[in-house]
């Protein structure tokens, strides 16, 4: 379960977003991570709203530019990997992430691997 957004610090910028198209898939390898909060204005809204962010650092093999962690927004997919991270950073954990569909209605499946 993840903290109430109010118990969270914002990120400091620069921010990297995750984003995938529907099908594509990444291999993320983290070396660490933090939970914080980023301010958004969604399209046609008229005010920001903030929301909780996952900042995980990669191993430079999986992203070779700079900064080197993704900044995932999708709660859904913070939710499943927070869980597992929390429990097992130190495990050396290879994730195999893979997004099916588009908008709000997008879906992650977490495909987990313990050795690198």
Not at 33 to 56: C, D, H, N, Q, Y
Request: hydrophobic share 35%; glycine share 6%; no cysteine.
């Amino acid at each position: 379960m993840l903290p109430d957004v109010s118990k969270l610090e914002p990120l400091p910028g620069p921010y990297d977003i995750l984003e995938l198209q529907s099908g594509q898939s990444i291999t993320l390898k983290p070396t660490g991570f933090v939970l914080g909060t980023m301010s958004i204005k969604p399209k046609g809204a008229t005010e920001s709203k903030t929301i909780i962010v996952l900042r995980l650092t990669v191993d430079r093999a999986d992203k070779s530019t700079s900064p080197p962690y993704w900044d995932i927004t999708s709660q859904l997919l913070i939710a499943d990997l927070h869980a597992h991270l929390s429990a097992s950073l130190g495990a050396k954990t290879v994730y195999q992430v893979r997004k099916q569909g588009t908008g709000p209605q997008a879906r992650f499946t977490t495909t987990i691997n313990a050795t690198r």
